[in-house]
């Protein structure tokens, strides 16, 4: 199992967590998805190291900027 955290910027509300936790959904090996608005933090736990570039296009997809935290 790995996990890895990133601070994302833009989310102020649940829907803005929705739209994060969806498209972060879609990546390959992701078993967990921990969204805070409140605290602006991505905390993802897959069965391998998930890309960080794909993590970061998945949150820019859903219309926010994440970096690794």
Do not use: N, Q
């Given at each position: 199992m790995?996990t890895?955290?990133?601070?994302v ?10 739209s994060v ?7 390959s090996g992701v078993?967990?998805?921990e969204v ?6 991505l905390v993802i736990?897959a ?8 993590v ?5 997809e ?8």
């Amino acid at each position: 199992m790995s996990t890895t955290t990133y601070a994302v910027t833009g989310m102020t509300c649940g829907h803005c967590e929705r739209s994060v936790r969806s498209e972060v959904s879609k990546l390959s090996g992701v078993t967990a998805i921990e969204v805070s608005a409140d605290s602006g933090r991505l905390v993802i736990t897959a069965d391998a190291p998930v890309d960080d570039a794909a993590v970061l296009a998945a949150v820019d997809e859903a219309g926010y900027t994440a970096v690794r935290a």
